[in-house]
C-alpha cells in the first residue's frame, strides 16, 4: 500500500492533577471507553478482547479488538473490527506518560487508517483531538486519585 492511501494523525492532552499510573489504570480498562470519552455512551464486552462502543446522539457504533496491551509502558493499541462508520482499516495507540518534571501527565492518541468515504484524514484527526480533549477534561474533573 502506498503512502498516500493511509491515513496517519495524533493528538496528545495533558493532565494537571492525575498521575500516569492513575490515568493508565482507566485507559487500560479496555471496556470501560464510556466512563470517560464523551462521545461515546455505551461501551460493553464482546468477548475476550472486543469491545463493542456506541454514540446515540449519532447512531454510530464500532466494535473494536484490542491488539496489544503493555502495562509498562502504559500503551494500548486497538483495531476496528466492524463498524457503521466507514471504516475498512482503523488501528489506532493510546499512550500515557508520565508529566517529567512537571506534576500530572499527558496521554497520546495515534492512528493509522485506510481512506473513509465522506471524511477527509484532517476531520477524522480532529474528531481524536476533541475526543481526547475531552477525554482529559473528564478525567480531571472526575478527580482520578484525589
Not at 105 to 128: H, N, Q, R, T
Amino acid at each position: 500500500m502506498e503512502k498516500s492511501a493511509k491515513w496517519e494523525g495524533k493528538a496528545s492532552a495533558k493532565l494537571v492533577r492525575p498521575t500516569a499510573s492513575e490515568v493508565w489504570a482507566l485507559v487500560a480498562d479496555f471496556f470501560s471507553l464510556h466512563k470517560f470519552l464523551p462521545t461515546i455512551d455505551t461501551c460493553f464486552q464482546v468477548n475476550t478482547l472486543v469491545r463493542h462502543c456506541a454514540a446515540s446522539a449519532s447512531g454510530h457504533w464500532c466494535r473494536e479488538r484490542l491488539t496489544a496491551i503493555d502495562p509498562a509502558e502504559k500503551r494500548l493499541s486497538y483495531e476496528v473490527v466492524d463498524s457503521n462508520m466507514g471504516f475498512k482499516r482503523y488501528e489506532s495507540t493510546m499512550k500515557v506518560m508520565d508529566g517529567g518534571d512537571e506534576a500530572g501527565c499527558e496521554i497520546e492518541w495515534s492512528f493509522v487508517a485506510d481512506p473513509v468515504e465522506g471524511m477527509s484524514c484532517e476531520d477524522l484527526a480532529k474528531y481524536v483531538a476533541v475526543g481526547l480533549q475531552g477525554m482529559a477534561t473528564n478525567m480531571e474533573r472526575e478527580g482520578v486519585g484525589s
